[in-house]
C-alpha cells in the first residue's frame, strides 16, 4: 500500500520557522514525484513546492521562494518542507502527496495519486 505520512506542524510566530517531514512508505521516493501542497480556510489546495523522482527539479510556489526549502533523504524514504520566516498567510493544511508518475507537471493537484492526512500549520503571534 502506498502511503504520504506528516508530521512537524504546529503553531509558530510569524518570522518562525517549522520543519515539515513526509514520511513514504510502500515506494521509494526515486519511483515518483513528490510534494507538498496547503489548503487554507475557504481557498483551494495548491502546490507549494514539488521535486521529481531524481530529486533534480524542484518547483516551488511563488510566494514561498527563498524561504522554504524541500529536500529528502533517501536512507529513511523522508522528505523534507524546511518553512523560514514564516508569514500569517502561510497558515493552512499542509499535505505531502505522492504524484502518479516521476514528474509533477505543474506542481497541481491533477497529478496526485496519494495524499497524506495533513499536518496543521498556525502562524500568528
Known amino acids: 500500500q502506498l502511503q504520504v505520512v506528516e508530521s512537524g506542524g504546529g503553531l509558530v510566530q510569524p518570522g518562525g520557522s517549522l520543519k515539515l517531514a513526509c514520511a513514504a512508505s510502500?515506494?521509494?521516493?526515486?519511483?515518483?514525484?513528490i510534494g507538498w501542497f496547503r489548503q487554507a480556510p475557504g481557498k483551494e489546495r495548491e502546490g507549494v513546492s514539488c521535486?521529481?523522482?531524481?530529486?533534480?527539479?524542484?518547483n516551488y510556489k511563488d510566494s514561498v521562494k527563498g524561504r522554504f526549502t524541500i529536500s529528502r533523504d533517501m536512507a529513511k524514504n523522508t522528505v523534507y518542507l524546511q518553512m523560514n520566516s514564516l508569514k500569517p498567510e502561510d497558515s493552512a493544511v499542509y499535505y505531502c502527496a505522492r504524484f502518479r508518475s516521476q514528474t509533477f507537471g505543474f506542481c497541481t493537484p491533477s497529478r496526485v495519486g496519494t495524499w497524506g492526512r495533513g499536518a496543521q500549520v498556525t502562524v500568528s503571534s
Open positions: 510502500g515506494f521509494s521516493l526515486d519511483d515518483y514525484a
Open positions: 521535486m521529481s523522482d531524481t530529486g533534480n527539479v524542484i
